[in-house]
């Protein structure tokens, strides 16, 4: 079955304490993205990745880190959290021309 | 990428069509449009996209006006699981790929 797979799907967390949102795709999709979704402000993204070893950022990439090694994963790293990072974060693949955006099912983060 | 405008919300019920509005009167030649939806605080989910010509996959209907200046998302059966957010977003199919959700229309489909 295609899917993106994130883990945890929730975690609670301390300020400064690092920690990492693993996604991983299985359609051999190049393109990988973060989004994360705050009450009012919809879906915004953090970084992308156009294929192994290129990454970008997004529109809100502050505190947040990437890394492309492998084609199927895309791990979002939070290496100091803090609060204003409590969102709900969703990865996603596509392939990079046209075509449907495949979602993972979510991971919520608080930090406390 | 140009802007869409949606109704924030409205109601269908159960059974019956529900006809989702869309407006991208900015929308470029090359622009596609694309609809998903999201339910409840899930992932959002790909439901169709097009051009300029009509389209219908085993989820949904979109109608394009001939100037591509609005959209109509049809759901022809609506059901209790089609509640959700539905997002009309227009964007060239290629390159960076960011998807820019604007706030959708939040579809009630009530029994």
């Known amino acids: 079955e295609a899917q993106v797979t994130q883990n945890p799907r929730y975690l609670i967390t301390v300020t400064g304490k690092k920690l990492t949102v693993t996604c991983s795709q299985n359609m051999n999709h190049e393109y990988m993205s973060w989004y994360r979704q705050d009450p009012g402000l919809g879906l915004r993204q953090i970084y992308y990745s156009m294929n192994v070893e290129v990454t970008d950022k997004g529109d809100v990439p502050e505190g947040y880190k990437v890394s492309r090694k492998e084609k199927r994963n895309f791990p979002l790293i939070l290496e100091s959290p803090s609060p204003n990072q409590t969102s709900l974060y969703f990865c996603a693949s596509s392939f990079l021309v046209g075509g449907e955006a495949f979602f993972g099912q979510g991971t919520r983060l608080t930090v406390v | ?111």
């Open chain 2, 1 to 111: 990428d140009a802007k869409t405008t949606q109704p924030p919300s409205m109601d269908c019920a159960e059974g019956r069509a529900a006809n989702l509005p869309c407006n991208h009167s900015t929308i470029s030649g090359n622009e596609y449009v694309y609809w998903y939806r999201q339910i409840h605080s899930q992932g959002p989910q790909y439901i169709i996209h097009g051009l300029k010509n009509n389209e219908t996959n085993e989820m949904a209907s979109l109608i394009i006006t001939e100037d591509r200046k609005s959209s109509t998302l049809i759901l022809p059966h609506a059901t209790l699981r089609d509640t959700a957010v539905y997002y009309c977003i227009v964007r060239v199919p290629y390159n960076t790929d960011k998807l820019i959700f604007g706030t959708g229309t939040r579809l009630q489909v009530f029994p």
